[in-house]
């Protein structure tokens, strides 16, 4: 038994403390949480605009094939585009957006982070706004003719009275799109970017040993994903509690 | 643009068509409501009535004919439509608070986002407001801690928080639970009294009774009587009409 933790500890050492072998893990974790962070962001704000675009002109679609002119074409083209986009993002691998973003896209790019941190928040932007779309489809409709017979106009509607609503209804759903996509951020390693995942690799590409450096990349992802489940778990209780 | 200075609301052979023809929600509404009437409409599910209200704000867009409000056309697509409906309030049969705000937000949010009033001055005529309607108390409620006959109290006062010139109820009632009809009839007896115009779908005889000025019998889509509330119930002249009060007193 004493053999077996003098072990543990031998390879301890090699793994994670000889020549600083832990700063590849800190820096992996910095990289990997910025990376996912921004991600979030850049998906939140496409969800959101894709989602408004698409439920107002699928909710609206009767009136507006009536009205005609210039404002109903531009939204019905760029609801077309938000379509396209949609199909083409989730009918891809994440890994091979991933790829042709930096080898095709951004050809020019010296450093990897920022091209991954725009693929990956176009990526999330797709599923953020199905799931935002999703919420906005289940208000009531009965909100949206409260706000506007107060005289709000429908921009006025959706930001005071649907979007509140809306964010409260998703957050477990969005809390779930969140932990995949930090989880997916484990393939930055494909464009040279050190992310955690890709730090682990370089320990075992000097150490040769495996089941250390792989059981403690999995740990680190499963606490980092049970932080995350936690927070939005904290912002959900929050949001419900001006309710009761 | 044509303009009508006759009655605050005035409708000119309004239509409202489903699958091109095949329903005929309105079929041809005229009618003309003068400040300070309150009208009563009644008539079998499926007659229009809901639909008529609602185009009057243009919740529903009419497939064809003329709104006026206040002499305006308010189905000429260049009519700011937002304008005019801060004007009219209206009541749901379902109440649609808004369940994140507390009373109090949803009584100002319309007046403070407008600029109608300070954040102060808003608050202070809702505190009256609520006063009036008896749930002083419950201004920093939240709309799921009201009963049914509390929530359409709160959206009475959400819609005259705006001070409207015209206040459509539709079926502000239908979903209450009995023992609460009488408190949310109150108030809109109240308001009658003091000279607000009104028109109201409603199956609340006794109410129409007591405080409409005119009541208008619709089916299919069409006004087939309009009277006194006292002479339409008692004295019915169409066989549909008849037909429909032998069902509902």
Same mark, same amino acid.
């Given at each position: 038994?004493?053999?077996?933790?003098?072990?543990?500890?031998?390879?301890?050492?090699?793994?994670?403390?000889?020549?600083?072998?832990?700063?590849?893990?800190?820096?992996?974790?910095?990289?990997?949480?910025?990376?996912?962070?921004? $991600?979030?962001?850049?998906?939140?704000?496409?969800?959101?605009?894709?989602?408004?675009?698409?439920?107002?002109?699928?909710?609206?679609?009767?009136?507006?094939?009536?009205?005609?002119?210039?404002?109903?074409?531009?939204?019905?083209?760029?609801?077309?585009?938000?379509?396209?986009?949609?199909?083409?993002?989730?009918?891809?691998?994440?890994?091979?957006?991933?790829?042709?973003?930096?080898?095709?896209?951004?050809?020019?790019?010296?450093?990897?982070?920022?091209?991954?941190? $725009? $693929?990956?928040?176009?990526?999330?932007? $797709?599923?953020?706004?199905?799931?935002?779309?999703?919420?906005?489809?289940?208000?009531?409709?009965?909100?949206?003719?409260?706000?506007?017979?107060?005289?709000?106009?429908?921009?006025?509607?959706?930001?005071?009275?649907?979007?509140?609503?809306?964010?409260?209804?998703?957050?477990?759903?969005?809390?779930?799109?969140?932990?995949?996509?930090?989880?997916?951020?484990?393939?930055?390693?494909?464009?040279?970017?050190?992310?955690?995942?890709?730090?682990?690799?370089?320990?075992?590409?000097?150490?040769?040993?495996?089941?250390?450096?792989?059981?403690?990349?999995?740990?680190?992802?499963?606490?980092?994903?049970?932080?995350?489940?936690?927070?939005?778990?904290?912002?959900?209780?929050?949001?419900?509690?001006?309710?009761? | 643009?044509?303009?009508?200075?006759?009655?605050?609301?005035?409708?000119?052979?309004?239509?409202?068509?489903?699958?091109?023809?095949?329903?005929?929600?309105?079929?041809?509404?005229?009618?003309?409501?003068?400040?300070?009437?309150?009208?009563?409409?009644?008539?079998?599910?499926?007659?229009?009535?809901?639909?008529?209200?609602?185009?009057?704000?243009?919740?529903?867009?009419?497939?064809?004919?003329?709104?006026?409000?206040?002499?305006?056309?308010?189905?000429?697509?260049?009519?700011?439509?937002?304008?005019?409906?801060?004007?009219?309030?209206?009541?749901?049969?379902?109440?649609?608070?808004?369940?994140?705000?507390?009373?109090?937000?949803?009584?100002?949010?319309?007046?403070?986002?407008?600029?109608?009033?300070?954040?102060?001055?808003?608050?202070?005529?809702?505190?009256?407001?609520?006063?009036?309607?008896?749930?002083?108390?419950?201004?920093?409620?939240?709309?799921?801690?009201?009963?049914?006959?509390?929530?359409?109290?709160?959206?009475?006062?959400?819609?005259?928080?705006?001070?409207?010139?015209?206040?459509?109820?539709?079926?502000?009632?239908?979903?209450?639970?009995?023992?609460?009809?009488?408190?949310?009839?109150?108030?809109?007896?109240?308001?009658?009294?003091?000279?607000?115009?009104?028109?109201?779908?409603?199956?609340?005889?006794?109410?129409?009774?007591?405080?409409?000025?005119?009541?208008?019998?619709?089916?299919?889509?069409?006004?087939?009587?309009?009277?006194?509330?006292?002479?339409?119930?008692?004295?019915?002249?169409?066989?549909?009409?008849?037909?429909?009060?032998?069902?509902?007193?």
């Amino acid at each position: 038994m004493g053999q077996f933790f003098e072990n543990l500890k031998d390879t301890f050492v090699l793994n994670f403390i000889q020549e600083d072998r832990w700063k590849f893990v800190t820096e992996g974790i910095k990289t990997t949480l910025i990376v996912t962070l921004c $991600a979030i962001v850049i998906g939140v704000i496409i969800g959101i605009i894709v989602a408004s675009v698409r439920s107002t002109y699928e909710k609206n679609k009767e009136e507006y094939a009536k009205r005609g002119g210039f404002g109903v074409f531009l939204l019905k083209v760029v609801n077309g585009i938000c379509k396209v986009y949609l199909t083409v993002i989730r009918g891809t691998p994440m890994v091979v957006q991933l790829l042709i973003m930096y080898y095709v896209v951004f050809v020019s790019a010296k450093n990897g982070v920022p091209v991954a941190i $725009a $693929a990956f928040g176009i990526n999330s932007g $797709a599923y953020v706004a199905e799931i935002f779309r999703g919420g906005i489809m289940s208000i009531d409709h009965g909100q949206f003719e409260a706000g506007r017979s107060l005289g709000l106009n429908y921009f006025q509607t959706m930001v005071h009275i649907i979007i509140p609503q809306v964010i409260k209804n998703v957050l477990p759903a969005l809390c779930n799109e969140f932990i995949a996509l930090l989880k997916e951020t484990s393939v930055c390693g494909y464009i040279a970017i050190q992310d955690l995942t890709k730090g682990i690799y370089i320990i075992i590409g000097r150490t040769y040993s495996y089941y250390m450096p792989l059981l403690v990349l999995a740990a680190i992802y499963l606490i980092m994903v049970m932080l995350l489940t936690w927070l939005v778990g904290k912002l959900e209780r929050r949001l419900r509690s001006s309710e009761r | 643009m044509s303009v009508n200075t006759k009655g605050l609301i005035v409708t000119e052979d309004l239509k409202k068509y489903y699958r091109n023809g095949e329903i005929k929600a309105l079929d041809g509404i005229n009618i003309e409501i003068d400040k300070g009437e309150v009208v009563v409409i009644v008539g079998p599910s499926g007659s229009g009535k809901s639909t008529f209200l609602r185009s009057l704000n243009l919740l529903e867009i009419p497939t064809s004919g003329k709104i006026f409000f206040e002499g305006v056309d308010i189905t000429d697509p260049k009519t700011d439509i937002n304008m005019h409906r801060r004007k009219m309030g209206m009541v749901f049969q379902h109440f649609n608070l808004f369940p994140h705000l507390s009373v109090m937000g949803n009584i100002t949010l319309a007046p403070i986002k407008h600029k109608i009033q300070s954040k102060d001055e808003a608050r202070e005529n809702a505190l009256r407001l609520l006063k009036r309607v008896g749930l002083l108390e419950k201004a920093e409620a939240y709309p799921s801690q009201l009963s049914g006959g509390q929530r359409q109290r709160i959206a009475i006062v959400r819609a005259l928080a705006m001070n409207p010139d015209v206040m459509l109820f539709d079926e502000p009632t239908s979903a209450l639970d009995p023992e609460m009809v009488g408190e949310v009839l109150e108030v809109m007896k109240e308001l009658a009294h003091e000279g607000m115009t009104m028109a109201v779908v409603t199956h609340e005889m006794g109410f129409a009774r007591e405080v409409a000025t005119r009541a208008i019998f619709m089916d299919e889509g069409r006004i087939l009587e309009q009277n006194t509330p006292q002479e339409l119930f008692s004295n019915p002249q169409h066989p549909r009409l008849k037909d429909f009060l032998s069902k509902v007193l």
